[in-house]
């Protein structure tokens, strides 16, 4: 991480409301990401509230089911260790760069497909917006751009960080959910009417 340059945008440029912003309608904060993001260390940017650094968040689905995973000791993010998640983000870092920010996060997807699970025959995915909060530290320096990955097969988990399974949608307790999936459990089960 030390070494790492990952993707950010001024936090000023954003406008952004606490939870969750749609796309739809909201087109101009993509537009400030494309033309305002940039790389920094993580190490300077970790704590800077000044800098929003990009995370695509992702929610795999086939169905009514959802990838529901638990963060495991073993992971290096200390601060996700033990939380349930219906949702894959990370960082997008220069290993995904390209001139594009969508051709970044596409990288970026196909990235962490081969790196923390296996999700076989994806038919489509939907942008959906907006993940914001600044209700901690760690919230004050991330964005999620919330994603829905729709496929007819099941995913597994393959890194040792992760467990994880595939559960019926009106299965999750959202309450156990850690705070951007609780966020994103409501958007979506606003905009599906589940």
């Known amino acids: 991480m030390r070494n790492e340059n990952v993707l950010v945008v001024p936090a000023a440029v954003l406008h952004l409301g606490q ?10 904060l993509l537009e400030a990401i494309k033309h305002h993001a940039q790389f920094q260390p993580r190490h300077l940017v970790e704590e800077d509230p000044t800098y929003k650094q990009i995370i695509p968040y992702v929610i795999f689905r086939n169905g009514s089911r959802v990838f529901l995973m638990q963060r495991t000791k073993q992971g290096s993010e200390q601060r996700l260790h033990d939380k349930f998640s219906i949702g894959i983000g990370g960082h997008i870092n220069t290993t995904d760069s390209h001139a594009d ?23 489509a995915v939907q942008f959906l917006g907006y993940i914001n909060r600044n209700e901690t530290p760690v919230d004050q320096v991330h964005l999620g751009l919330l994603f829905v990955l729709d496929g007819s097969a099941d995913t597994e988990a393959v890194a040792p960080e992760i467990t994880g399974q595939m559960i019926h949608w009106n299965k999750i307790d959202s309450e156990k959910l850690e705070g951007w999936s609780q966020i994103a459990f409501e958007a979506l089960a606003q905009r599906q009417k589940l």
Not at 105 to 120: G, K, P, S, V
Request: glycine share 6%; aromatic share 16%.
């Open 19 to 28: 939870g969750f912003t749609r796309h739809e309608g909201n087109e101009h």
């Open 101 to 123: 920010v969508w051709t970044m996060i596409e990288n970026w997807l196909q990235r962490e497909l081969t790196e923390e699970i296996t999700y076989r025959r994806f038919e």
